[in-house]
């Protein structure tokens, strides 16, 4: 099977998805209190960032 690659319009461009109101409300509470955290200063330690590029990144 030939993979096939996307142009940067194709791999950019919004999906169109009907997010479900609950889902929507859900999300947007989680970036109303990531960004009370952020203004309050409450970033991740360097050892969170450290663990967290480790799980995605081989040989992070």
Do not use: C, N
């Given at each position: ?25 859900w999300h947007d509470e ?13 970033f991740a330690t360097p ?14």
């Amino acid at each position: 099977m030939k993979e096939r690659s996307l142009t940067l319009e194709q791999a950019t461009r919004p999906v169109a998805m009907a997010a479900s109101a609950d889902v929507q409300a859900w999300h947007d509470e989680q970036t109303r209190q990531a960004i009370k955290e952020a203004d309050a200063g409450d970033f991740a330690t360097p050892a969170e960032l450290k663990e967290t590029v480790r799980k995605y990144v081989q040989h992070g």
